[in-house]
């Protein structure tokens, strides 16, 4: 049943439309999309229980057991200020993972959205918001959201807002080309036929059928916005310095650089999150490599 | 197409980049913070209302927007970025002073991050789907996933403090001198004046956050050469090459590679860009004075004219690298020549 609808939904020419069914059945067959999988869904429920799991609270402070190495009481050691490291490392998942998605998620759809319009309408209205895309794309990533957050003041929000402003371009350019793609086929020329308005044609008839491809773009991606927001944190424009998000830990660590337990569990949590979705993420990408082969 | 040509076209490309990146550059210093005198002029000058008034005349704050633009890419043709607040130097001259350091380290990262990324990628491809091609996809993957930042501290926890075979942080060990200026590259200048103690102390400086860049910016450089090698090696000219009796490494270097690395060239410019952020948090870390650094530092201390003069900067010089990219695209790529 499925898999001659999946024959006769998909094009031949376009790696997009293998059938769902078809992508899982690869995915579960690559061990390491099963330990990428494994290890981000762990850290989703870390994200989730920190509360309960955590010893202690992150912020709360023991100058009495400052500097401490990992020990039974304290699983990664403390800080400076006598804080449990263990605790800030899990507490830090509501942080960054929550971030990160938020930035793939707005960046997407503004990007999505942008990029349907430009392809949609075409002519003038397409080359201005093409060529407004480019110059986005002309800074070094976190570069822009450097001087964007400088700008906007350091601070969680702003740090979001500035990966968002640095993030959809590259989503506006691959929806741009689908749709130029997806226009030309018969099934939009048979609504326009019917008299359906151009509002609808473009959110009803193409916008789906540039999900699944934006949703893949995505998955890609969000290791790479946690690195990202990691990184901005870690220059000191994310979060506040007291609060346990990931890359600030390993910022502040360094100036503790004997005592390795204060920047190296922040790190490794980051590493492992990251790689995970890299994981899960190299496994599409093999198995759509015609389309997404060239684009990192 | 001509070279001519085709520099010329490539040349009116980079143009109104150019101009856009002083534009978005214009909208954040100007449009973006709520108040840019206040960002832009340290605390004790607000009270100063002759050096508020300065700063609004030589902007040209109290004029329309376009005005202001204008104004902006003036002061900006002439070099002028403003003064930083923390270093008080006019932005300008801090980058002279620190860019070189940065194009030392950039340079010895890009040769080693393409010898690892391409050298991993084609392991991976000759030696498709067995134990050789795993490794070498994992070594790439640690190399995007990990932070660079961890994937320095480690090193010199790890090569510097524990063993001991390369050297920490800074360009020179404490008591050496500084060589003579001439590049500002201290390890040419050691060169240049015969001094190799130096230039051996200079290099030992650069291999571990050279290292550290170059294995970032592989994982995506062996990702595309993996990639771009298999589509190239299942050719139909590849079995011609082979059924002629050629040797496999011929075969592979002479007909493979040279044909694989085109779209490699495009990533290793694009990877400029990547180097050029990694040495903000690369150079913080192995208290190497660079560019990087001092936007570190202009970053932590709210030093905004520093921040836009250092984020202006980048964004050209990546604009700059992929002009070279494109140009060197001409003679690699003998489509271009001939289409």
């Given at each position: 049943?499925?898999?001659?609808?999946?024959i006769t939904?998909?094009?031949p020419?376009?790696?997009?439309?293998?059938?769902?069914s078809?992508?899982f059945?690869?995915?579960?067959?690559?061990?390491l999309?099963?330990?990428?999988?494994?290890?981000?869904?762990?850290?989703l429920?870390?994200?989730?229980?920190?509360?309960a799991?955590s010893?202690?609270?992150?912020?709360?402070q023991?100058?009495a057991?400052?500097?401490?190495?990992?020990?039974?009481?304290?699983?990664?050691g403390?800080?400076?200020?006598g804080?449990?490291?263990?605790s800030?490392?899990?507490?830090?998942?509501?942080?960054?993972i929550?971030?990160g998605?938020?930035?793939i998620?707005?960046?997407?759809?503004?990007?999505?959205?942008?990029?349907?319009?430009?392809?949609?309408?075409?002519?003038?209205?397409?080359?201005?918001?093409?060529?407004?895309?480019?110059?986005f794309?002309?800074?070094?990533?976190?570069i822009?959201?450097?001087?964007?957050t400088?700008?906007?003041?350091?601070?969680?929000?702003?740090?979001?807002?500035?990966?968002?402003?640095?993030?959809w371009?590259?989503?506006?350019r691959?929806?741009?080309?689908?749709?130029?793609?997806?226009?030309?086929?018969?099934?939009?020329?048979?609504a326009?036929?019917?008299?359906?308005?151009?509002?609808?044609?473009?959110?009803?008839t193409?916008?789906?059928?540039?999900?699944?491809?934006?949703v893949?773009l995505?998955?890609l991606?969000?290791?790479?916005?946690?690195?990202?927001?990691?990184?901005?944190?870690?220059?000191?424009?994310?979060?506040?310095?007291?609060?346990p998000e990931?890359?600030?830990m390993?910022?502040?660590?360094?100036?503790?650089f004997?005592?390795w337990?204060?920047?190296?569990?922040p790190?490794?949590?980051?590493?492992?999150?990251v790689?995970?979705f890299?994981?899960?993420?190299?496994?599409?990408?093999?198995?759509l490599?015609?389309?997404?082969r060239?684009?990192? | 197409?001509n070279f001519?040509?085709?520099?010329i076209r490539?040349?009116?490309?980079?143009?109104?980049?150019?101009?856009?990146?002083?534009v978005?550059?214009?909208?954040?210093a100007?449009?973006v913070?709520?108040?840019?005198?206040?960002?832009?002029?340290?605390?004790?000058?607000?009270?100063n209302?002759?050096?508020?008034?300065?700063f609004r005349?030589?902007?040209?704050?109290?004029?329309?927007p376009?005005e202001?633009?204008?104004?902006?890419?003036?002061?900006?043709l002439?070099g002028d970025?403003?003064?930083s607040?923390?270093?008080?130097?006019?932005?300008?001259?801090?980058?002279a002073?620190?860019l070189p350091?940065?194009?030392?380290?950039?340079?010895v990262a890009?040769?080693?991050?393409?010898?690892?990324?391409?050298?991993?990628g084609i392991?991976?491809?000759?030696w498709?789907?067995?134990?050789?091609?795993?490794?070498?996809?994992?070594?790439?993957?640690?190399?995007?996933?990990?932070?660079?930042?961890?994937?320095?501290?480690v090193?010199?926890?790890?090569?510097y403090a524990?063993?001991?075979?390369?050297?920490?942080?800074?360009?020179?060990?404490?008591?050496?001198?500084?060589?003579p200026?001439?590049?500002?590259?201290?390890?040419?200048?050691a060169?240049?004046?015969?001094?190799w103690?130096t230039?051996?102390?200079?290099?030992?400086?650069?291999?571990?956050?050279?290292?550290?860049?170059?294995?970032?910016?592989?994982?995506?450089?062996?990702?595309?050469?993996?990639?771009?090698?298999?589509?190239v090696?299942?050719?139909?000219?590849?079995?011609?090459?082979r059924?002629?009796?050629?040797?496999?490494?011929?075969?592979?270097?002479?007909h493979?590679l040279?044909?694989?690395?085109?779209?490699?060239?495009?990533?290793?410019?694009l990877?400029?860009?990547?180097?050029?952020?990694?040495?903000i948090?690369?150079?913080?870390?192995?208290?190497?004075?660079?560019?990087?650094?001092?936007?570190f530092?202009?970053?932590?201390?709210q030093?905004?004219?520093?921040?836009m003069g250092?984020?202006?900067?980048?964004?050209?010089i990546?604009?700059?690298?992929n002009?070279?990219?494109?140009i060197?695209?001409?003679f690699?790529?003998?489509?271009i020549?001939?289409?």
């Amino acid at each position: 049943m499925s898999s001659i609808s999946s024959i006769t939904s998909s094009t031949p020419e376009s790696g997009w439309d293998r059938s769902a069914s078809a992508v899982f059945y690869h995915l579960r067959r690559n061990p390491l999309v099963i330990v990428g999988l494994v290890i981000v869904i762990m850290w989703l429920f870390i994200a989730v229980i920190a509360p309960a799991l955590s010893p202690y609270h992150p912020l709360q402070q023991n100058l009495a057991d400052r500097l401490q190495t990992p020990n039974a009481d304290y699983l990664m050691g403390t800080d400076e200020l006598g804080r449990d490291m263990f605790s800030r490392v899990l507490w830090g998942a509501q942080i960054t993972i929550p971030a990160g998605l938020a930035v793939i998620i707005m960046g997407s759809l503004i990007g999505t959205l942008v990029g349907a319009v430009a392809g949609y309408v075409g002519g003038i209205g397409d080359e201005l918001l093409m060529r407004f895309t480019e110059l986005f794309m002309a800074f070094p990533t976190i570069i822009l959201a450097l001087a964007v957050t400088a700008a906007l003041g350091p601070d969680i929000k702003n740090a979001i807002l500035a990966l968002v402003i640095v993030w959809w371009p590259s989503y506006a350019r691959v929806v741009r080309g689908l749709v130029l793609e997806i226009k030309s086929q018969e099934y939009v020329e048979a609504a326009h036929s019917i008299g359906a308005p151009s509002s609808y044609i473009l959110f009803r008839t193409i916008l789906p059928n540039c999900v699944a491809p934006a949703v893949i773009l995505a998955t890609l991606d969000i290791g790479n916005a946690i690195i990202v927001f990691a990184s901005l944190s870690f220059i000191g424009l994310g979060p506040d310095p007291s609060s346990p998000e990931w890359g600030r830990m390993v910022s502040i660590g360094i100036d503790f650089f004997d005592q390795w337990w204060m920047w190296l569990f922040p790190g490794f949590a980051i590493a492992s999150l990251v790689m995970a979705f890299n994981f899960i993420g190299d496994g599409l990408r093999d198995i759509l490599d015609p389309r997404l082969r060239g684009e990192s | 197409m001509n070279f001519l040509r085709y520099l010329i076209r490539r040349i009116l490309f980079v143009i109104p980049l150019v101009l856009g990146i002083t534009v978005v550059a214009f909208l954040i210093a100007n449009a973006v913070p709520a108040d840019p005198i206040n960002a832009n002029l340290p605390t004790n000058a607000l009270n100063n209302e002759e050096l508020v008034e300065a700063f609004r005349e030589k902007w040209g704050l109290n004029k329309p927007p376009i005005e202001q633009y204008l104004t902006y890419l003036g002061n900006l043709l002439q070099g002028d970025m403003g003064v930083s607040i923390k270093t008080r130097h006019p932005v300008r001259d801090d980058i002279a002073q620190f860019l070189p350091a940065t194009i030392e380290l950039a340079s010895v990262a890009i040769v080693f991050g393409i010898f690892l990324g391409v050298s991993l990628g084609i392991i991976s491809a000759i030696w498709k789907d067995t134990i050789f091609d795993y490794i070498a996809r994992i070594i790439a993957l640690i190399g995007v996933s990990f932070p660079v930042f961890l994937l320095a501290l480690v090193g010199l926890t790890v090569l510097y403090a524990q063993w001991g075979i390369v050297s920490g942080p800074g360009r020179l060990d404490v008591i050496m001198r500084d060589p003579p200026h001439v590049t500002g590259l201290f390890t040419i200048d050691a060169l240049l004046n015969r001094d190799w103690d130096t230039f051996k102390n200079a290099f030992s400086h650069l291999v571990l956050p050279a290292m550290t860049l170059a294995l970032y910016i592989s994982g995506i450089i062996s990702r595309i050469t993996r990639s771009s090698l298999l589509e190239v090696l299942s050719m139909d000219y590849m079995r011609t090459a082979r059924a002629k009796g050629l040797k496999e490494r011929y075969v592979i270097t002479q007909h493979g590679l040279r044909n694989a690395l085109i779209p490699v060239v495009t990533i290793i410019g694009l990877s400029y860009g990547n180097l050029l952020v990694g040495s903000i948090l690369i150079e913080s870390i192995f208290a190497y004075p660079g560019i990087g650094r001092y936007m570190f530092r202009a970053s932590t201390s709210q030093d905004f004219p520093a921040i836009m003069g250092v984020s202006m900067l980048i964004a050209l010089i990546y604009v700059g690298v992929n002009f070279v990219v494109d140009i060197l695209y001409y003679f690699l790529d003998p489509r271009i020549r001939v289409g």
